[in-house]
């Protein structure tokens, strides 16, 4: 399918939607798994790079299958409340799936997700596509568990208070996630280096996890203290009239000037922890394709498709190196 026509199709069901898409939103998902194609050593990455845009616009997918297509099964694998779990750190909780659902029961993991379990599951399934070189699966799961890994580097998708409901803060979700990042993130400088081979996923995943939950207090506190006794259209851009506006997910749209004090005050959070995102999700295909025996990925394209993104590649690479993400216009939600 072509690009713009895919793009269009997406945009136009996402905008046929009336509830808020949550997990970095278009434009946090579609730089980060680009950034992470960008990530990867030459060996592999330009397999990922001569199908960037599938990838890029599979980034959101996910996303769609939960709340556009109200996929019932969907919901559970983009966050974790680890408060319901009394959460003590990574030795306390299950290692695989089969042992959460044996400790809490299946039922217990739709309700308080099941994040980093399925994080695990998607890389087996990808290592598994690898080995036995079949392409379509290969790009199809690469591209959801950079979904998944990305949306476990958002703090809130670890929480229980996961849009503020809990402390008087509802919208604050997507306006960490993609508000500031559309506002702000052409500035951002979001440069990772090159891939690592993963030596212990399990480990990793809950590192993840525990490094966002950590944030979930500052996040939350700053913009508390902010709204403390500010009128509405001090916090939020206004409509005609004079309600708190809203995107067409049906987010409030906080103003220009309360985001820009807010994105000063969270310090760089937003933009380490996309950079963040960007490292470990190359991270986590690189290994999936080391572990799968270092498979040659490059035959599975025809040689001219690769002799004819090579110069893209290049100019891609270049600007990549200065932090830079080229050539991507994602649909605005804010």
């Given at each position: 399918m072509n690009k713009k026509i895919f793009v269009t199709l997406i945009v136009t069901v996402l905008m046929a939607s009336s509830v808020a898409v949550f997990g970095w939103g278009v434009w946090g998902h579609n730089h980060i798994n680009k950034g992470a194609v960008l990530s990867l050593p030459t060996e592999m990455g330009m397999f990922f790079y001569n199908h960037c845009d599938f990838i890029v616009e599979e980034s959101t997918v996910p996303?769609?299958?939960?709340?556009?297509?109200?996929?019932?099964?969907?919901?559970?694998?983009?966050?974790?409340?680890?408060?319901?779990?009394?959460?003590?750190?990574?030795?306390?909780?299950?290692?695989?799936?089969?042992?959460?659902?044996?400790?809490?029961?299946?039922?217990?993991?739709?309700?308080?997700?099941?994040?980093?379990?399925?994080?695990?599951?998607?890389?087996?399934?990808?290592?598994d596509a690898m080995k036995h070189k079949r392409k379509t699966e290969i790009l199809l799961l690469a591209a959801d568990l950079g979904h998944y890994v990305a949306d476990a580097h958002m703090p809130l998708h670890t929480s229980l208070n996961h849009n503020g409901q809990l402390t008087g803060q509802v919208g604050i979700h997507a306006f960490w996630e993609s508000q500031l990042p559309e506002l702000f993130g052409k500035s951002?400088?979001?440069?990772?280096?090159?891939?690592?081979?993963?030596?212990?996923?399990?480990?990793?995943?809950?590192?993840?996890?525990?490094?966002?939950h950590k944030l979930v207090d500052t996040?939350?506190?700053i913009e508390l203290k902010m709204r403390k006794d500010k009128p509405e259209d001090k916090q939020y851009a206004m409509d005609a009239g004079g309600k708190p506006a809203k995107n067409k997910f049906g987010s409030p749209v906080h103003s220009y000037e309360y985001a820009h004090v807010y994105h000063e005050l969270l310090n760089g959070m937003v933009e380490r922890q996309m950079r963040s995102a960007i490292a470990d999700v190359a991270d986590f295909w690189y290994t999936a394709w080391v572990n799968a025996g270092k498979p040659d990925l490059d035959d599975l394209d025809p040689a001219s498709m690769t002799d004819r993104n090579k110069a893209l590649y290049k100019e891609d690479m270049k600007a990549w190196k200065t932090g830079k993400i080229k050539g991507l216009r994602s649909d605005k939600e804010f």
């Amino acid at each position: 399918m072509n690009k713009k026509i895919f793009v269009t199709l997406i945009v136009t069901v996402l905008m046929a939607s009336s509830v808020a898409v949550f997990g970095w939103g278009v434009w946090g998902h579609n730089h980060i798994n680009k950034g992470a194609v960008l990530s990867l050593p030459t060996e592999m990455g330009m397999f990922f790079y001569n199908h960037c845009d599938f990838i890029v616009e599979e980034s959101t997918v996910p996303d769609i299958r939960k709340h556009v297509m109200n996929d019932k099964a969907e919901a559970s694998r983009h966050y974790i409340d680890l408060e319901r779990y009394s959460y003590a750190g990574r030795t306390t909780m299950p290692r695989t799936m089969d042992e959460a659902i044996t400790k809490y029961s299946k039922d217990t993991l739709d309700r308080y997700g099941l994040l980093p379990w399925y994080i695990q599951d998607m890389m087996a399934k990808l290592t598994d596509a690898m080995k036995h070189k079949r392409k379509t699966e290969i790009l199809l799961l690469a591209a959801d568990l950079g979904h998944y890994v990305a949306d476990a580097h958002m703090p809130l998708h670890t929480s229980l208070n996961h849009n503020g409901q809990l402390t008087g803060q509802v919208g604050i979700h997507a306006f960490w996630e993609s508000q500031l990042p559309e506002l702000f993130g052409k500035s951002y400088h979001l440069y990772s280096g090159t891939a690592h081979y993963i030596g212990d996923v399990e480990k990793a995943t809950w590192d993840i996890i525990d490094s966002s939950h950590k944030l979930v207090d500052t996040l939350l506190g700053i913009e508390l203290k902010m709204r403390k006794d500010k009128p509405e259209d001090k916090q939020y851009a206004m409509d005609a009239g004079g309600k708190p506006a809203k995107n067409k997910f049906g987010s409030p749209v906080h103003s220009y000037e309360y985001a820009h004090v807010y994105h000063e005050l969270l310090n760089g959070m937003v933009e380490r922890q996309m950079r963040s995102a960007i490292a470990d999700v190359a991270d986590f295909w690189y290994t999936a394709w080391v572990n799968a025996g270092k498979p040659d990925l490059d035959d599975l394209d025809p040689a001219s498709m690769t002799d004819r993104n090579k110069a893209l590649y290049k100019e891609d690479m270049k600007a990549w190196k200065t932090g830079k993400i080229k050539g991507l216009r994602s649909d605005k939600e804010f």
